[in-house]
């Protein structure tokens, strides 16, 4: 039998005597800044917010136009602005204050490639805070920020709110170089003015202000609003600076006119058979018969989608259009001046992405800015882009247009630079801009005015009708498509002549031509990452 053994009772261990009762202080909370500069950003941050009304809110004024703060003090504003949300206890300051963050997007969810482009874009992470109340952090909307913050011009004081944008661009116009009428007032102020009226009200009834031309010093001759601020004599000296679309020449009239009576397809295609271009004992000239061969060419191409009933503005997308459609109407038309190329499919311009990256770029990529359904080009240089849709929609046509607006001032600006800034070439130049909506279309002209303004006019609206009779409803397309077209031959052959002026380019290469300033600004950029 086993033995058992017992192991011996364990004792409990002594405890350690007990410390002296003493007091225990607090850690001391780590100051959040502890950067000085930045803590005294906060509280200029925290100062500007508490003393101003929350209804005038604005960036531009926390920040103050210094560009070596900006990423920091968008940093601030946003953080001071989620403390509001989260943690304010009146309503109304807290949606100000939500407000005020969706005006100006951070400058890291803005893409670095391109503004408006459909090419590629980084997508930014985002991360909902939620405070005491509960309220989220609001998504970033997709809007362009203020165009700018209204100042005082009149009276500058040290205290008086630093200068926005476009004050800053106003302000850097040459006084002695500006538009000036008979009646003492400058076409550039009145524009300004007009400009900073529009954003108060805008901002008075809480709204974001929208850009319009007239932030570039480019005047809509057929917008009311801008009519109404001139008087009746100053309206007609600037209306006198319109330069007149081309007449249809006699030739290519008549030749039109032999089509004018088809009442169907049938009788159509008659005529464009028993109607050649040209007599079969002659020889082919492009000067001679190129209108001609363009005109019997859309026509040929257009009767067969009236044959089988296909030409319609409600089943078809976009690019159907600018094949079966616009392909014969408007590019062939482009194809008879020698060297005009009419690039298509999403197409980059050279003159916006000038713009877009006025000084060398800082970092391996570089803004490219916006694409185009097509460009007007002639060895390089640009003379017309094209914006196109399936159909009519007010918000697609008018953010196209004023995207075509500024492409079109963009090209302005780069054929001033090749006749080296003189005032007498800029003169002869207009950038055309082609706008389509499904069948609808109607063209655009850019051109100078005078001081630092341009001109914006349009041609009449036209439409490709949905059914082959009136014939002639679909010539006037033809009509108004050739004279966008010899806008473009105008404005090649002064380049070209104005390069031809040997005595000049000989002053250009002994350096002993002054240089002169640059006329037109740079068209006002209101996107998110200007």
Not at 110 to 125: D, R
Not at 476 to 500: T, Y
Request: hydrophobic share 35%; proline share 7%; aromatic share 8%.
């Amino acid at each position: 039998m086993a033995s058992t053994t017992t192991s011996p009772a364990r004792t409990p261990l002594a405890s350690p005597p007990s410390a002296p009762s003493t007091p225990v202080k607090p850690k001391r909370r780590p100051p959040r800044y502890k950067n000085p500069e930045t803590a005294a950003l906060r509280t200029r941050c925290r100062t500007y917010l508490d003393e101003t009304d929350y209804s005038l809110w604005s960036f531009t004024d926390f920040w103050g136009g210094d560009e070596a703060a900006r990423v920091s003090c968008q940093e601030m504003w946003h953080r001071e602005l989620l403390r509001i949300i989260n943690a304010d206890k009146d309503p109304q300051r807290a949606k100000a204050a939500v407000v005020a963050r969706n005006k100006y997007k951070q400058r890291g969810q803005v893409s670095e490639v391109s503004n408006g482009s459909k090419a590629a874009k980084p997508k930014a992470k985002t991360q909902k805070h939620s405070g005491k109340s509960g309220i989220p952090d609001p998504p970033q909307p997709q809007l362009p920020p203020p165009a700018y913050e209204p100042s005082s011009p009149d009276i500058r004081s040290p205290n008086s709110k630093p200068l926005s944008l476009h004050e800053q661009k106003h302000e850097s116009l040459s006084a002695d170089r500006r538009w000036n009428l008979p009646t003492g007032r400058s076409v550039e102020d009145v524009l300004f003015s007009w400009v900073v009226s529009q954003s108060d009200e805008a901002r008075r009834v809480g709204q974001v202000p929208r850009e319009s031309y007239a932030h570039s010093y480019i005047l809509d001759v057929e917008d009311p609003n801008i009519k109404r601020l001139f008087d009746d004599e100053e309206w007609g000296i600037i209306v006198s600076r319109l330069l007149p679309l081309p007449a249809v020449d006699d030739s290519l009239r008549s030749f039109m006119y032999k089509f004018a009576d088809a009442k169907n397809t049938s009788e159509l295609r008659h005529l464009l058979i028993s109607t050649p271009y040209i007599s079969p004992d002659k020889t082919y000239s492009l000067e001679k018969h190129g209108d001609q061969a363009w005109v019997h060419s859309a026509l040929s191409s257009l009767v067969i989608l009236y044959e089988h009933s296909l030409v319609s503005g409600n089943d078809n997308l976009e690019a159907w259009f600018q094949i079966n459609v616009w392909g014969p109407i408007f590019d062939r038309c482009f194809q008879h001046i020698p060297n005009i190329s009419v690039k298509r499919t999403e197409s980059q311009s050279l003159s916006n992405t000038t713009r877009k990256n006025p000084h060398p770029p800082t970092t391996t990529r570089k803004c490219i800015g916006n694409r185009y359904d097509g460009l007007i080009t002639h060895n390089r240089l640009e003379y017309g882009a094209v914006e196109d849709s399936k159909d009519y929609e007010y918000k697609k046509w008018a953010s196209d247009s004023l995207k075509l607006v500024k492409v079109l001032h963009d090209q302005l600006r780069g054929l001033e630079t090749e006749v080296r800034h003189v005032t007498t070439a800029l003169e002869g130049f207009r950038c055309v801009g082609f706008l389509t909506a499904g069948l609808e279309c109607r063209g655009l002209f850019m051109q100078y005015g005078g001081g630092h303004v341009c001109l914006l006019s349009r041609s009449e609206g036209y439409k490709v009708p949905e059914a082959i009779s009136p014939v002639s409803k679909l010539i006037a397309v033809l009509v108004g498509v050739w004279q966008m077209r010899e806008v473009v031959r105008a404005s090649v052959g002064n380049l070209e002549d104005f390069l031809a002026n040997t005595e000049m380019q000989f002053k250009v290469a002994l350096g002993q031509m002054a240089r002169l300033p640059a006329i037109l600004p740079v068209c006002m950029d209101t996107d998110a990452d200007f």
